[in-house]
């Protein structure tokens, strides 16, 4: 999953940055409205992480614009500003959810993962296929019952492959999805991961189409 963090507070976004990679969030980090803007025009985002006061462009407009432009984006405000008006403003303009500074970096995480779940809008989460289960909100992956661990990279490349059962994906596309902005990407990482995904959940669960990327093909009783 893409985040983009919009934050100009350098120790703040650094941290919030740190944590959500670690949560194995793929995080592009934008210090200006403008930046962000710009971000938001180019990429595609799973969410938005947004404070109010930036420079050139303030959250509180670039909110606006996104809402007048119907980009559907989740968005998280932050925000150091604990008045009612702030919050009535924020949401009226089309935020999905808000932080007081300072927060937990934990609820931080846990609201994101709610946004999520409510943007792909089903009630029940977990996505199965044959006798392999993923659950994107508690981060859980099993086989046969038995649950299987996964390093968070793992886990965002075999959830990215079960929403697109049937359809290929690059390399490139699946490493969109594992780094963002300035991350090194090591150069055989993916296949690395798929390796690892085929050890632990079988190794006729990923197909790799050479040169093209890789899927999941559909179960052939599931039409
Ligand atoms: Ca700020």
Same mark, same amino acid.
């Given at each position: =999953? !893409? ?63 996104? !809402? ?18 702030? !919050? ?120 790799? =189409? ?14």
């Amino acid at each position: =999953m !893409r985040i983009l963090l919009v934050e100009d507070d350098a120790l703040l976004g650094d941290g919030v940055k740190a944590g959500l990679k670690q949560a194995g969030f793929a995080v592009d980090w934008a210090q200006d409205g403008v930046a962000a803007k710009l971000a938001l025009e180019t990429e595609e985002y799973a969410l938005l992480v947004l404070d109010l006061g930036l420079p050139k462009l303030s959250g509180l407009d670039l909110l606006k614009w996104l !809402r007048a432009n119907h980009l559907k984006v989740p968005v998280l405000v932050l925000t150091a500003r604990d008045t009612v008006a702030d !919050r009535v403003v924020g949401l009226n303009a089309g935020a999905d959810d808000y932080l007081i500074k300072p927060f937990d970096l934990d609820e931080l995480i846990a609201r994101l993962n709610a946004l999520l779940r409510r943007s792909v809008g089903q009630v029940t989460q977990t996505l199965q296929h044959g006798d392999i289960a993923l659950t994107p909100s508690t981060h859980q992956v099993s086989k046969n019952g038995q649950t299987i661990e996964l390093s968070a990279k793992e886990f965002t490349l075999l959830h990215e492959l079960l929403l697109h059962i049937g359809r290929v994906q690059s390399r490139e596309q699946l490493e969109q999805h594992l780094y963002g902005w300035g991350e090194e990407v090591e150069s055989n990482s993916v296949e690395v991961h798929i390796h690892h995904l085929r050890k632990k959940l079988g190794s006729d669960l990923i197909r790799t =189409m050479r040169g093209v990327g890789y899927v999941i093909d559909k179960l052939s009783a599931s039409v």
